[in-house]
Every structure is written in structure tokens, then in C-alpha cells.
């Protein structure tokens, strides 16, 4: 892309779309897309869906719907399907990614050539590549070798089946280039949904990596029954944790307590539609990362990520006691009840050690 381009030309070099995933928050993000281009008097923008399965494409196309994900909800007439990922991409300046994480760099290998050079990339995804501890806006540089500047990241409190439901929701788009986060916010702006820009990439991806592995531990706390100032002490000392590890990797502070940090936190840790939260209340209850994994029909990023977040944690010298004790639950090595006892057994200490406040 043109980097002398402003917000307005990007916006209008966007209509054509192309969204990787036909999943909850793909087909969400399709709509959101289409309902905004349609809130400008933009008719000829058009968002196109990649569907790995015939038959979620097929009714994307005749019903308008995606009603494994996305119950009783209609989607725009400018938001269409396609099992042909090439066809999707073609002369897509605008490329959005809502593939599970571990999955996604085989993915992009397998479409990288079809990707119109000079397309803005969006990852809309909440977790770490295990093996590497890559976020995904590291992947998606990596495999589609596209500059920092051609890429963003949405994220903030932003459960799917409500915003298609059209419940007011903000967000943020994050991107080294604020005139690209513009432009993206401008094409992604529908009258239920306001995004917020930010240049710290790192900082808003890891408060949505995070936030997965907070909410597994206060679906745990949950399954065992606890109350609210349980959860609440594990929502905060868990943004404590987030914000140490983001700071050491170049986040910003104020990011954390923003709508991608504090915000998503929030909102995951409370919702019983969050999967990470229900899949931690299923460990809760006594069942096996196992047969956690049986029971859930969507992705819970947590569950894969909570290894990766640990390791790069250990790499960056960073204590992260929750995530640690998570692990230790989803590897079967202490149970849900000894994971209390391992987190109030720590040595005492300042709420806010003096290396965080800087
Ligand atoms: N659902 C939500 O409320 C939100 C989800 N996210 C993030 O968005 C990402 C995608 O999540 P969802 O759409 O919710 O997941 P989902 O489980 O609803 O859908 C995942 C989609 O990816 C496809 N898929 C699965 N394995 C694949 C593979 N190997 N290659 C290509 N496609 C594959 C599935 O067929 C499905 O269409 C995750 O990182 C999640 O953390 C972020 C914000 C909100
Ligand atoms: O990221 C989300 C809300 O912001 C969705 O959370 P879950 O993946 O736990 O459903």
C-alpha cells in the first residue's frame, strides 16, 4: 500500500474485504464490516467470507446465517461466503484473520501467494503459538513477510454473539501506523460498534492473550463454587501479572488499563459466554484438560496459550503466579483445590513493587 495514503483513501481502497474464518467472531467481524459500509452509504463495498466447510458457506450465501455460531442472527446482503480462499483474497486490500492460533501459520502458508500485496492485515486472534511463544502479529509478518506498518490488531471486550446481537460494544485497533489503525477503525465503525485506536500492537495483543488464561482461573474458582471476592482477587492480581509482562515487552501501562487490557479482562472473566471462563469451570468441576477439550465445541485459546504465556514469561524473568498455577491444573499436576492453597501460600508482598509503576 501506498503509505502516503491518509485514513480516507485507505478506507475507500477497503472495500473489498476478505475475512479468514467462518467462526463466531469471523462471521461477527464480516457483519460488523458489511453493517458499517452500509452505515457510510457505501453499496459497493463487499466483505468476503472464507469458510472451511461447504456447508457454512452455502448458508452464508442462501439463509444469511451462521446458525452453529451465530443463533437467530441475520447477516448483511454485502457480507458473502467462499470454500476458495484464493477467491476470497482477490483484490482484498483489506485481509482479516480469525483462524485459532495454532493453527494459524500453516494456514497462511497455504494462502500467503493468494494475499494481494500491499493488503492491510488484521489479526482478530487471542492467543500465543506454542513452540515459538509468537504472537500472532509475528506470525502474520513472518509467513506473509509484510512490513509492521501494513498490519493491526483488533481486540478489547468484545464476546461475539453480543455484538451480533448488536449490543453497543467499543474496542480497540492497534497498529505501528495510527493512519493505518484509523483507517481500519473507519472501515470496522457500524452503529453498535465504536473502535478505539493505539500504536502499542504488543500491548493490546497481550492483554487479549492473557485475559484467556485469567478467565481458565476464575472458571476453576467458579467450578469449585467460590464467590465474587475470590474471583475479584484473581481478575486483579491477573491484570497485575498481564501488565508485568506486557511492560517487559514493550507494552505501555496505560494500555492495560484500557479497553483491550482491564476492559476484555473484565468482560471475559464475567460472562458465561466466554468459552476460556467456561472451559476453567469445566477443570473446576473436576474434569480433565482432556475431557475439557471433548466437551468444547469452540475454540478456548487459554487452554493452548497458558504453556506459551509461561515460557515467554520464564524467558522475560517475569513471575506470573496465576498462569503458572493454571498450567500446573491443565497438566493434571495439582488439582483445582491445591491451586488456592498454592496462591495464598506465596511469600507476602507489595500490592505494586516499585519496579511496576514505571
Ligand atoms: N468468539 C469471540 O467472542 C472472540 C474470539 N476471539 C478470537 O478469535 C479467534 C477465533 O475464534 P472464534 O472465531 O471465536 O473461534 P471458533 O471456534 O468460533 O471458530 C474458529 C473458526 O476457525 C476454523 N478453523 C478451525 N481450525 C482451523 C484450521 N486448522 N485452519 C483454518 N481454520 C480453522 C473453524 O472451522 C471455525 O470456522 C480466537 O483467537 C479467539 O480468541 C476474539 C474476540 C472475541
Ligand atoms: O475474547 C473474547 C471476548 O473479548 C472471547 O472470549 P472467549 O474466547 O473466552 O469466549
Not at 14 to 33: D, E, N, P, Q
Not at 233 to 254: D, P, Q, W
Not at 327 to 340: D, K, N, R, S, W
Amino acid at each position: 500500500m501506498n503509505q502516503q495514503m491518509d485514513g480516507e483513501n485507505m478506507q475507500a481502497d477497503f472495500r473489498r474485504i476478505a475475512v479468514l474464518g467462518a467462526g463466531s467472531w469471523g462471521t461477527t467481524f464480516a457483519k460488523v464490516l458489511g453493517d458499517a459500509a452500509l452505515a457510510r452509504g457505501d453499496h459497493a463495498a463487499h466483505v468476503t467470507v472464507w469458510a472451511r466447510r461447504a456447508e457454512a458457506a452455502e448458508e452464508i450465501n442462501g439463509e444469511h446465517t451462521n446458525v452453529r455460531y451465530l443463533p437467530d442472527i441475520a447477516l448483511p446482503r454485502n457480507v458473502s461466503a467462499t470454500v476458495d480462499a484464493a477467491e476470497a483474497l482477490q483484490g482484498a486490500a483489506l485481509v482479516i484473520l480469525a483462524i485459532p492460533a495454532q493453527s494459524l501459520r500453516e494456514q497462511l502458508r497455504e494462502v500467503s501467494s493468494a494475499v494481494e500485496p500491499g493488503a492491510v492485515v488484521v489479526s482478530l486472534m487471542k492467543g500465543l503459538e506454542r513452540g515459538t511463544d509468537a504472537r500472532m502479529s509475528e506470525v502474520i509478518m513472518q509467513e506473509l513477510a509484510i512490513a509492521p506498518e501494513h498490519l493491526a490488531v483488533v481486540s478489547g471486550p468484545n464476546l461475539a454473539l453480543e455484538i451480533a446481537r448488536e449490543e453497543p460494544t467499543a474496542s480497540v485497533v492497534a497498529a505501528a501506523d495510527e493512519s493505518v489503525a484509523t483507517a481500519v477503525a473507519q472501515a470496522a465503525s457500524a452503529p453498535y460498534f465504536r473502535p478505539y485506536t493505539n500504536t502499542d500492537v504488543a500491548g493490546v495483543e497481550l492483554g487479549g492473550i492473557v485475559k484467556n488464561v485469567i478467565a481458565l482461573a476464575v472458571g476453576i474458582c467458579d467450578g469449585m463454587g467460590m464467590g465474587d471476592n475470590t474471583k475479584a482477587s484473581v481478575i486483579t492480581r491477573g491484570l497485575a501479572e498481564t501488565t508485568r509482562l506486557a511492560l517487559s515487552l514493550g507494552g505501555r501501562l496505560e494500555t492495560m488499563a484500557g479497553l483491550s487490557g482491564l476492559g476484555d479482562l473484565v468482560a471475559t472473566c464475567s460472562s458465561p459466554l466466554s468459552r476460556n471462563r467456561t472451559a476453567g469451570r469445566l477443570l473446576g468441576e473436576g474434569r480433565t484438560r482432556d475431557q475439557v477439550a471433548e466437551a468444547m465445541t469452540q475454540t478456548a485459546e487459554g487452554v493452548k496459550s497458558a504453556p506459551a504465556v509461561l515460557h515467554l514469561a520464564a524467558q522475560r524473568g517475569i513471575e506470573m503466579p496465576i498462569t503458572e498455577a493454571v498450567v500446573a491444573v491443565l497438566e493434571g499436576q495439582i488439582t483445582p483445590e491445591q491451586m488456592g492453597a498454592r496462591l495464598l501460600g506465596r511469600d507476602l508482598k507489595s500490592e505494586r513493587p516499585a519496579k511496576e509503576t514505571h
